[in-house]
T-cell receptor
Framework: DQQVKQNSPSLSVQEGRISILNCDYTNSMFDYFLWYKKYPAEGPTFLIS?????DKNEDGRFTVFLNKSAKHLSLHIVPSQPGDSAVYFC?????????FGTGTSLTVIP | NAGVMQNPRHLVRRRGQEARLRCSPM?????VYWYRQLPEEGLKFMVYLQKENIIDESGMPKERFSAEFPKEGPSILRIQQVVRGDSAAYFC????????????FGPGTRLTVT
């Protein structure tokens, strides 16, 4: 029972363009949402988060949007850089327990 | 400030042996989480611990798996009588008090059961 879904296993984007990674969740009780970036053979690295009281959070080139009615969040990376190439996981939850999606592998083409 | 440390990075066990995975949280972090990542799957929550307390173990299999976070020393995830299906990457994460969502992950331990 996958409570957090990332339906696109992979995404390729030209350097300098926008990367949009999507994530859907099923539990309306979730109130905190996060994005992580993962390189091979390393643990996930926290990128950006958003709580359910907001619909947008921005940190440099990274912006997370939350649409609570659609139970959907997205991560925008602008402009995309080759170093952004990695697997991106979204996570959603409440309290102590967070559910992770299966990840989207982003490739930024120079 | 060292990050979350996990050891060993790679662990090979034969079926029926015990596997012990260690996690040292970041300095100042009192919350530890264990996750398992099976091939082609996302991270699955296993257990959440604070010092000397298991807060939430709802993601942990009822048999053969146990976790602890003693007052002194690292957190330990123990898998007894390992089976091939236990082969996976096991990640530990820690977070500071009051910010459970912002978890900082270790590099993981890749367990292979032969």
């Amino acid at each position: 029972d996958q409570q957090v879904k990332q339906n696109s296993p992979s995404l390729s984007v030209q350097e300098g363009r926008i990367s949009i990674l999507n994530c859907d969740y099923t539990n309306s009780m979730f109130d905190y949402f996060l994005w992580y970036k993962k390189y091979p053979a390393e643990g996930p690295t926290f990128l950006i988060s958003i709580s359910s009281i907001k619909d947008k959070n921005e940190d440099g080139r990274f912006t997370v949007f939350l649409n609570k009615s659609a139970k959907h969040l997205s991560l925008h990376i602008v402009p995309s850089q080759p170093g952004d190439s990695a697997v991106y996981f979204c996570a959603a939850g409440t309290g102590n327990q967070f559910y992770f999606g299966t990840g989207t592998s982003l490739t930024v083409i120079p | 400030n060292a990050g979350v440390m996990q050891n060993p990075r790679h662990l090979v066990r034969r079926r029926g042996q015990e596997a012990r995975l260690r996690c040292s949280p970041m300095k100042g972090h009192s919350h530890v989480y264990w996750y398992r990542q099976l091939p082609e799957e996302g991270l699955k929550f296993m257990v959440y611990l604070q010092k000397e307390n298991i807060i939430d173990e709802s993601g942990m299999p009822k048999e053969r798996f146990s976790a602890e976070f003693p007052k002194e020393g690292p957190s330990i995830l123990r898998i007894q009588q390992v089976v091939r299906g236990d082969s996976a990457a096991y990640f530990c994460a820690s977070s500071p008090p009051g910010v459970p969502g912002e978890q900082y992950f270790g590099p993981g331990t890749r367990l292979t059961v032969t």
